[in-house]
């Protein structure tokens, strides 16, 4: 893994975790669909991750991430498609998918921390 495939799976780390921060433990859907500011940052967000993944996968198009060509459509389709997110279906990716993407990347990171280690 080079140097930068690793600053961009950092990148996508940062990322995760600012999501997590900005939900909270309490993670009420009431509250996030009705907050413009938290819904945009979390919008945000995601687009950095896409981003991270787009240019990953120019690099290693067999980078050992499940979700990775899903990741990089749900980047397009907030940024181009601004007007029509589905926030219920955001919602839903938050909930299901970005926990083991956050796996998925950390286990990446700590393959690489123990590879140059070796």
Do not use: C
């Amino acid at each position: 893994m080079t140097d930068e495939i690793k600053k961009y799976l950092h990148d996508i780390k940062i990322s995760i975790d600012a999501i997590n921060d900005y939900l909270g433990e309490e993670r009420n859907f009431y509250k996030f669909q009705n907050n413009r500011m938290l819904k945009k940052a979390v919008e945000r967000e995601f687009e950095i991750i896409g981003e991270a993944m787009k240019r990953i996968l120019a690099i290693d198009k067999n980078i050992n991430i499940s979700s990775s060509r899903k990741v990089v459509d749900l980047r397009n389709y907030l940024a181009h498609g601004y007007d029509s997110v589905d926030y219920s279906t955001l919602w839903g990716i938050i909930s299901k998918h970005l926990p083991n993407l956050n796996t998925e990347v950390v286990n990446l990171l700590i393959d690489k921390t123990n590879n140059d280690n070796s």
